[in-house]
C-alpha cells in the first residue's frame, strides 16, 4: 500500500490542494489557497495530520514552467517529501474516462489518481551548481534571441547608411567594423577623415597592430569615396544606427560574460571536460549541454535520459504495423534535444573519423537509407547514451 499523499494542482499565485488517503479516499475537499506562506501552511496542516496518522506523506504536484517554484522551495525548507509529475500524466489518467472534464477541483483527483496508479520517484534535490547552471542557459538563451532581433534591425539600417559595408568584411561583428560604426556615423564623415587619422583610431579602439589597422583604413576610405549613402548625414537613421551598435556591442559582451560564469560553474564537474573530447562539441556547447541535461546520476538508465531529451522513438503497433522507424516523441526537454541535434551535426563536419559520424554513414547507406536528418536524430539518440556511459564510467569519448 501507498503512503497518503497531498495532491496539488498549481496555477499562476494559487492552488487547489486535496489530502488522499488512497484511491477514491480523499481527506478533505479540494481547498484553494494562495502561494504565500499562510496558504503553504494551511496544506501541510493535512500533511502533518496524514503524517501522525499514517507516520508518512508525499506532496504531489505538476510542473508548471515557473508557477510550482514557490511551492517547491517551500517543501525543501520543510524536507518533506514530493513529486513533480508531468502534466502529460495527469492529462492521460482525465482522458482515460469517458466524459473527461477538466476543472481544478477534479485535477487534484485526476493527479492522485496518477500518483496511486504508477511509481514515481521521490523528487531528488539536485545540486545548487546544475540548477544555477541550467538558470544561467536559459537566460544565455534569452540574451541570443534578444541579439538576433537587434542583429535584424541592424542589418537593415546599415544598408540604408552603409551600403555594402557588410562585404568589406568576412563578421561584420568583429573589432574593426563595430568600431568604425561607433566613430564614424556615415560615410561622408570616414571621407573626409584623413588616412592618419583613421589608423589612429583603429589602433587605440582595438587589439591590432599598425600595420593591420593601416591597411584597413585604406580599404576604409577606398570604400568611403564610392559609396553612396541612402540618407543625408543629419537623417534620424544615421544616429539610429550608432544607438544599435552600441547596443549589439553592450549585448556582446553580456553573452560573453554569462557564458564565461558558466563555465567557471562548471569546471567543478569532470563531465565538463569529458565532453570536450567529443568532436564537435567545445566549450559553449558543453557548459549548456551540463545545464540542460543536469545531475546525470538521477537517471538509472541512459534510456531515461534519451527519454528526458525526447528522443525516444514513438511504440505504435497494430495489425500488420510493426512501430518500427516512426517519429520521435518529442515529449521531453526540447532545449536539450536542440543542443544535441547541434552537437551531432558539428561532429558529422569534423574531419577525423568517430563512432558518432561512423554511425551517421551507416544509416544513411543502410539497405532502408533514412534521411539526413532522421540520420542526425538517431546519432543525437545515441551520442545522449554515449554521454551517459561517459559520466557513468569516468572515461573520455573513445574515437
Known amino acids: 500500500m501507498k503512503i497518503p499523499c497531498v495532491a496539488v494542482d498549481v496555477s499562476k499565485g494559487k492552488s487547489f490542494f486535496q489530502g488522499f488517503i488512497d484511491l477514491d479516499k480523499p481527506i478533505n475537499k479540494a481547498t484553494p489557497i494562495n502561494h504565500d506562506l499562510e496558504g503553504f501552511e494551511l496544506m501541510t ?5 496524514l503524517k501522525q496518522e499514517y507516520n508518512d506523506v508525499v506532496y504531489i504536484f505538476e510542473a508548471t514552467g515557473i508557477y510550482h517554484k514557490n511551492l517547491q522551495s517551500y517543501l525543501d ?3 518533506e517529501k514530493y513529486i513533480i509529475l508531468n502534466p502529460l500524466e495527469a492529462a492521460k489518467v482525465r482522458k482515460s474516462h469517458l466524459r473527461s472534464t477538466k476543472t481544478d477541483k477534479r485535477d487534484c483527483l485526476s493527479i492522485a489518481k496518477a500518483y496511486f496508479l504508477r511509481d514515481y520517484p521521490i523528487h531528488q534535490k539536485q545540486d545548487d551548481i546544475y540548477q544555477e547552471l541550467q538558470s544561467m542557459n536559459r537566460h544565455y538563451e534569452y540574451l541570443v534571441k534578444k541579439l538576433r532581433l537587434m542583429k535584424t534591425h541592424f542589418r537593415t539600417l546599415l544598408d540604408v547608411v552603409f551600403p555594402m559595408f557588410d562585404k568589406l568584411f568576412e563578421n561584420i ?15 561622408i564623415e570616414l571621407k573626409k577623415r584623413k588616412l592618419e587619422s583613421i589608423t589612429k583610431h583603429l589602433v587605440h579602439n582595438t587589439n591590432h597592430r599598425d600595420s593591420y589597422c593601416r591597411k584597413e583604413a585604406i580599404r576604409l576610405k577606398q570604400y568611403a569615396t564610392t559609396v553612396v549613402s541612402g540618407v543625408n548625414y543629419d537623417n534620424y537613421l544615421v544616429s539610429l544606427l550608432k544607438s544599435e551598435v552600441i547596443q549589439i556591442e553592450n549585448q556582446l559582451k553580456e ?9 567557471t560553474l562548471a569546471e567543478n564537474i569532470p563531465l565538463y571536460y569529458q565532453l570536450q573530447t567529443i568532436p564537435g562539441i567545445g566549450e559553449v556547447l558543453a557548459v549548456r549541454l551540463i545545464a540542460e541535461m543536469g545531475d546525470l546520476s538521477r537517471f538509472t538508465s541512459k534510456w531515461k535520459l534519451v527519454a528526458y531529451a525526447g528522443l525516444d522513438p514513438t511504440v505504435y503497433q497494430s495489425g500488420q504495423m510493426t512501430g518500427e522507424h516512426l517519429r520521435i516523441t518529442k515529449k521531453g526537454n526540447k532545449r536539450l534535444r536542440t543542443l544535441v541535434y547541434l552537437a551531432v551535426s558539428s561532429n558529422i563536419k569534423s574531419k577525423k573519423p568517430n563512432s558518432i559520424k561512423e554511425y551517421y554513414k551507416k ?3 543502410q539497405a532502408n537509407p533514412l534521411a539526413h536528418k532522421a540520420a542526425l536524430v538517431a546519432c543525437a539518440n545515441k551520442l545522449l547514451r554515449i554521454i551517459y556511459s561517459m559520466s557513468k564510467s569516468g572515461t573520455n569519448f573513445h574515437y
Do not use: A, E, W
Not at 45 to 49: P, T
Not at 255 to 263: E, P, S, T
Open 173 to 187: 561583428y568583429t573589432s574593426i567594423p563595430i568600431t568604425v560604426l561607433k566613430l564614424f556615423s556615415h560615410p
Open 363 to 365: 544509416k544513411r547507406q
Open 45 to 49: 496542516k493535512i500533511g502533518d495530520k
Open 77 to 79: 525548507n520543510r524536507k
Open 255 to 263: 553573452l560573453d560574460l554569462c557564458i564565461n560564469k558558466m563555465k
